[in-house]
């Protein structure tokens, strides 16, 4: 019983031996077509990446800005409902 596996196993590994070996030959030119195939997409992308990194920096200084501008209408706002002299609002006379 345990010749027969010896003999199954030596007679399996002397069928793959020629496949493995021209996989093997064959294995640096598919690496480098998969190389080249991740190259192709991978430019792509980092120009997308990019582009967003630049969409974010105007969304950020463009909401700071209207941040400011929304403090300042409030702070103008608010002085006028307390009625400060500093308004530059004009004031309604009741008759």
């Known amino acids: 019983m345990v010749l027969e596996v010896v003999v199954l196993l030596r007679g399996s590994v002397f069928l793959l031996i020629d496949p493995a070996k021209t996989w093997l030959d064959r294995a640096p030119v598919s690496l480098m077509r998969i190389q080249e195939k991740v190259r192709d997409i ?54």
Do not use: F, M
């Open 42 to 95: 991978k430019e792509p992308v980092e120009q997308v990446k990019q582009a967003t990194k630049e969409v974010e920096k105007l969304t950020q200084v463009r909401a700071g800005e209207k941040s400011e501008s929304q403090g300042k209408e409030t702070k103008k706002t608010s002085s006028r409902r307390r009625g400060d002299s500093n308004s530059h609002a004009p004031t309604r006379t009741r008759p």
